[in-house]
């Protein structure tokens, strides 16, 4: 049995659906992170064979607000959890992100597992934070992956294909960063990959994302041609944007140690992975259609 924490968001919950019974999700209000003694308890009592640590605090901005609760969550219930692995004798995977790499603005090659962080900002530091609690315990994962979006996103204005559909739909014009590369991934497909990636003993740091790399501009303009909507769109820089906590310019990730220790499937394109996504989200929520 393996416990899934997280398992009402998207990545949790794909996981989740993926291994059917052989997850026991667990989430708020039953399973809270800060109640220390409950998470000790709760898999104390379930002793599963894997823990998957897909929550997470991700409100980056609202993070630079309130960065002890951040780093409540994404760090030092980590470490409990890596603890409690130990002490169950049982590996740990946690997910972690892109966003530790956020000092290198000028950039052009994807990071490697092994190229130094440099984590800026609350958010982005407090899963660094996460990954070094993790490696106290040598039968670990940590999975890092990029913007995501999934299933349980298409009900919700949770990520950022969602928020282009509902934007679109407005008729309003748009303005999107079109000066942070990275890797936007589907959640089907990086559950997929964790799947086999726990089914080895290849213990260590792993990047999971699609194949590619794109600006969120630009993603936001191929979401718009798959609907064949017309939508007034032009590029920003992050300046003009004005977000409160710092972003990465170039956080693609590398994902040639995955598919050289672990025998599975190429993750597709992004391209093709946004095409795979909207086609389903068609078929799975009819009442939310993405028609103009």
């Known amino acids: 049995m393996i416990a899934v924490t997280g398992a009402k968001g998207q990545l949790g919950g794909e996981l989740c659906r993926q291994w059917g019974s052989e997850a026991v999700g667990l989430d708020l209000p039953e399973f809270d992170l800060l109640d220390f003694d409950g998470v000790r308890r709760t898999l104390r009592e379930l002793r599963p064979h894997a823990i998957v640590h897909a929550a997470a605090y991700t409100a980056v901005d609202k993070a630079e607000e309130e960065p002890d609760r951040c780093f409540a969550i994404n760090a030092t219930a980590t470490g409990v959890l890596a603890e409690l692995a130990r002490e169950l004798n049982c590996p740990l995977l946690y997910v972690s992100t892109d966003y530790v790499f956020g000092g290198e603005p000028f950039r052009t090659e994807p990071f490697r597992e092994e190229d130094p962080a440099s984590p800026q900002g609350v958010y982005a530091t407090s899963k660094y934070e996460g990954e070094l609690k993790v490696l106290a315990w040598e039968k670990h994962y940590i999975v890092r992956t990029c913007g995501l979006y999934g299933r349980l996103g298409a009900n919700s204005p949770g990520n950022f294909v969602e928020t282009m559909i509902r934007l ?125």
């Open 168 to 292: 679109g739909r407005s008729g309003k014009s748009l303005r999107v960063v079109d000066d942070q590369f990275c890797t936007p991934s589907y959640v089907v497909h990086v559950a997929r990959a964790i799947r086999y990636l726990l089914g080895t003993s290849m213990f260590g740091t792993f990047h999971i994302v699609n194949d590619g790399f794109t600006t969120w501009y630009r993603f936001a303009c191929e979401i718009f041609r798959l609907l064949n909507w017309d939508v007034e769109i032009s590029p920003i820089t992050t300046e003009e944007y004005g977000a409160k906590a710092p972003r990465p310019r170039f956080s693609v990730l590398d994902t040639s140690k995955y598919q050289r220790f672990v025998d599975a499937p190429p993750l597709p394109h992004w391209k093709d992975a946004l095409a795979e996504y909207l086609q389903e989200r068609e078929k799975l929520y009819p009442r939310n259609k993405v028609a103009g």
